[in-house]
């Protein structure tokens, strides 16, 4: 335990030195962002067992840009990792890889195009959660008569798991989406995203012999508006309605730190129903403070399970209610050579009114950070 103590404040302190090197190489060209945050969790996993912990986030990017006549491009860096005090086990990085290239339209439009490249690497004992991952992408803004505004978009994306052979997939995204303001400083979004997963292999005996896919149509309307001096309110609403085949039987498990990952909080694993608001005030000092509800209805397609692993006679499906409550304030300032901090304190309430009694919890989470921008 003593050893990976000193393993976790090793990994911080490398974080912080490399957090004070890198404004040494920010300029016009050169862009680099760094976060360290620290949460106290009740219940770190996200399950009837009620695990708490400490977990350490922590990304450092840089990227550089190059400016053309009508065509600007950029490469980028960034490196995540997780750590948890105690479960360490759970502990991982992602590294991502990125090249962007972007054409100016008329009326500040933009076409843009790119490829990515991640990689994630768990710890031994869970390293059935590595993968590679390489995507490419096309999106524009087209703007039209105001005040109107189109934002649309198509990404491919290929996985493979390094341990599971069976999990490697395609997936095809394309999205859509309307602004509109107004000029009493309302805004309405128009959001609809399909995407679809193929996956390579089989996934289950009745499958065919060129895999399984599922697919997903999610659309959502956002509204914000002012409501008094230095007061915002958002409110939202969100469907997901599946087409297709059926998830992955091992899908949808629910926890945050690992969510980069298909097994955790898929999002093909659960149609559902969800809204949410949230209230922006604007303080003094340049301090912001901001509060919110988020509540989800989840409808999976696996059966839903007791403790001992036996389906439940009187349920034919899990289903899940999320709400979570939330408060965070921060504070920004920027430092001499133009270097920004953003400080902040976060408190989250979670709690998961399931059918399946693994998935039945609750969970408080306190968080402290900071983001840096040079």
């Known amino acids: 335990m003593q050893h990976l103590k000193k393993m976790k404040r090793s990994r911080i302190g490398c974080l912080w030195v490399l957090i004070t090197l890198l404004p040494s190489i920010a300029s016009a060209e050169w862009?680099?962002?760094a976060s360290l945050s620290s949460s106290v969790e009740s219940n770190a996993l996200r399950n009837y067992k009620s695990y708490s912990d400490i977990v350490t986030e922590g990304s450092l990017s840089v990227a550089h840009q190059w400016n053309w006549p009508s065509w600007k491009g950029n490469l980028s860096y960034t490196l995540n990792a997780i750590?948890?005090?105690?479960?360490?086990?759970?502990n991982y990085h992602l590294h991502t890889f990125g090249?962007?290239?972007?054409?100016?339209?008329?009326?500040n439009g933009w076409l843009r195009g790119g490829v990515q490249a991640k990689i994630r690497r768990d710890r031994e004992i869970y390293n059935l959660l590595d993968y590679n991952e390489f995507e490419a992408f096309l999106e524009a803004k087209i703007p039209h008569e105001k005040p109107l505004t189109t934002y649309t978009g198509y990404t491919i994306r290929k996985r493979h798991y390094t341990m599971l052979d069976e999990l490697d997939n395609w997936e095809h995204l394309v999205y859509g989406r309307l602004s509109v303001p107004f000029s009493d400083g309302t805004t309405v979004n128009l959001l609809s995203d399909v995407g679809y997963k193929k996956y390579v292999m089989p996934i289950s005996s009745s499958s065919s012999s060129n895999g399984a896919g599922v697919g997903q149509w999610v659309?959502?309307?956002?509204?914000?508006?002012?409501?008094?001096?230095?007061?915002?309110?958002?409110?939202?609403?969100?469907?997901?309605?599946n087409f297709g085949d059926d998830e992955l039987f091992v899908s949808g498990l629910s926890t945050n730190h690992v969510s980069e990952n298909d097994l955790y909080d898929d999002r093909y694993s659960y149609q559902s129903s969800e809204y949410g608001t949230m209230l922006s005030r604007q303080l003094p000092y340049a301090v912001t403070l901001r509060a919110g509800y988020d509540y989800a209805d989840k409808r999976f397609q696996q059966p839903a399970f007791d403790l001992a692993g036996n389906a439940l006679s009187n349920a034919s499906a899990r289903i899940d209610k999320e709400s979570r409550w939330w408060c965070k304030v921060e504070k920004r300032f920027t430092s001499a050579g133009n270097i920004l901090f953003n400080l902040y304190g976060k408190y989250q309430w979670v709690q998961n009114d399931s059918n399946d009694d693994y998935y039945q919890y609750r969970a408080s989470v306190v968080t402290a950070g900071i983001d840096v921008e040079f």
């Open 219 to 241: 659309t959502t309307a956002r509204l914000s508006r002012p409501i008094a001096e230095r007061l915002g309110l958002m409110v939202y609403g969100r469907s997901r309605i």
């Open 83 to 90: 750590s948890f005090a105690d479960l360490a086990e759970y």
């Open 31 to 33: 862009q680099s962002a």
């Open 99 to 107: 090249a962007t290239a972007e054409h100016p339209l008329a009326h």
